[in-house]
């Protein structure tokens, strides 16, 4: 489903992602983790072109991300992405926020819409929140409707950017939860976390990226039984 071959990037001099290659299978789950600055979120913004890169190549279901006759804006609306801060619309209500997106770009009617995204508002429990505003929920309902937002258009690969780091520690696990319940749907994932527990439950494979480089992309009982760098032993013994 996603396919990063020989992925490098430059930012002036400064060389962010060093020839990167992964894949990502239809219905796998792919944990990123490595150290502050190592270049996961400017990997995953590679993969639905919110960030350009110099060489190599990525493929999103056939679809060449870097080529210049791509349609963005088409492939972004069915990648989905959620980042550490929920980037809800602040004027809109918890159903326009789910709707707007796809009445504008997938032309759904607004009845459709509305149906498709209350949904998915009660898929993530938060049923009753539908005519509240972003501001008047908590950090961890806010994600979930990020989520939910997402899923209405339904994308056929989800990325996540460090979901529950900017969450006080009892609102992770309810976002975590609608994540693993995702994974265990089958949905394509790519989720940046330090969430080990979430990668043991529920990642197919580990990739462990330091400056710039994947150094370890092995699958999960590999990664945490015995990881073949240096670095990622360190890591991992700092955060388990
Ligand atoms: P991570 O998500 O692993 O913390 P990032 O992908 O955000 O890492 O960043 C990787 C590196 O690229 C960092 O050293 C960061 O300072 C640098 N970087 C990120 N964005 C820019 C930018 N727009 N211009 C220059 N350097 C950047
Ligand atoms: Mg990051």
New binding site residues.
């Given amino acids: 489903m996603i396919s990063i071959q020989n992925v490098s990037k430059w ?1 002036g001099n ?1 060389q ?1 992602l060093s020839d990167c290659s992964t894949e990502v299978k239809k219905g796998e789950v792919v944990v990123v983790c ?1 150290p ?7 990997l995953i913004k590679c993969v639905n072109g919110l960030e350009p890169f110099q060489s190599g190549q990525i493929l999103v279901d056939g679809t060449s991300v870097g080529a210049p006759r791509t349609d963005l804006p088409r492939l972004r609306s069915r990648v989905g992405m959620v980042f550490q801060h929920f980037e809800l619309f602040p004027h809109l209500s918890i159903t326009d926020n789910l709707t707007l997106a796809q009445t504008k770009v997938l032309g759904r009617s607004a009845d459709e819409a509305r149906k498709k995204g209350l949904a998915l508002l009660d898929r993530v429990g938060l049923s009753a929140q539908a005519a509240k505003f972003p501001g008047q929920l908590s950090g961890g309902q806010q994600q979930r409707v990020a989520i939910a937002r997402a899923l209405a258009m339904d994308p056929i690969a989800m990325l996540f950017d460090e979901p529950t780091s900017a969450l006080d520690p009892e609102m992770i696990n309810e976002v975590l939860d609608v994540m693993v319940e995702l994974a265990r749907e089958g949905m394509t994932m790519m989720v ?1 976390t330090h969430e080990m527990g979430f990668a043991r439950k529920v990642a197919h494979r580990v990739i462990f ?1 330091d400056r710039g480089a994947i150094v370890e992309d092995a699958d999960k009982d590999t990664f945490f039984g015995s990881p073949r760098s240096e670095r990622a032993q360190a890591f991992l013994s700092k955060i388990l």
């Fill in positions: 930012y400064f962010v490595g502050s600055g190592s270049g996961k979120s400017t940046v990226m």
